[in-house]
Nanobody, 123 residues
Framework: QLVESGGGSVQPGGSLRLSCAAS????????IGWFRQAPGKEREGVSL???????YYLDSVKGRFTISRDNAKDTVSLQMNSLKPEDTAVYYC???????????????????WGQGTQVTVSS
């Protein structure tokens, strides 16, 4: 089971930090992706941290979002800076084993999902 935390409401330009933790298994052995889904839109991949530490980002969040892994706490975090109204969505973390990197943005490539946390960016 995956559990996200850290969502909330911020003004444009603000920051939030999301965290993903697992119960029942060790996150460090898996690739962890962050996805988001806005009302009426498909779920989209935002960022990926592979088990080897490689990182990938959706073009629209590059330079603003940073994914990181804390092995001591066994968590994966998504630091979101310079937030925009279009970042408003429910954010999910998901885990998978071996992943063909070309498909990292495909929700179907992931095995386990958290329940999601709401991020609202509004003035």
């Amino acid at each position: 089971q995956l559990v996200e935390s850290g969502g909330g409401s911020v003004q444009p330009g603000g920051s939030l930090r999301l965290s993903c933790a697992a119960s029942g298994f060790t996150l460090g052995y898996y690739a962890i992706g962050w996805f988001r889904q806005a009302p009426g839109k498909e779920r989209e991949g935002v960022s990926l941290m592979t088990d080897g530490g490689d990182t990938y980002y959706l073009d629209s969040v590059k330079g603003r979002f940073t994914i990181s892994r804390d092995n001591a706490k066994d968590t994966v975090s998504l630091q979101m800076n310079s937030l925009k109204p279009e970042d408003t969505a429910v954010y999910y973390c998901a885990s998978t084993g071996p992943l063909a990197i070309d498909f990292w943005t495909s929700a179907g490539a992931y095995d386990y999902w958290g329940q999601g946390t709401q991020v609202t960016v509004s003035s």
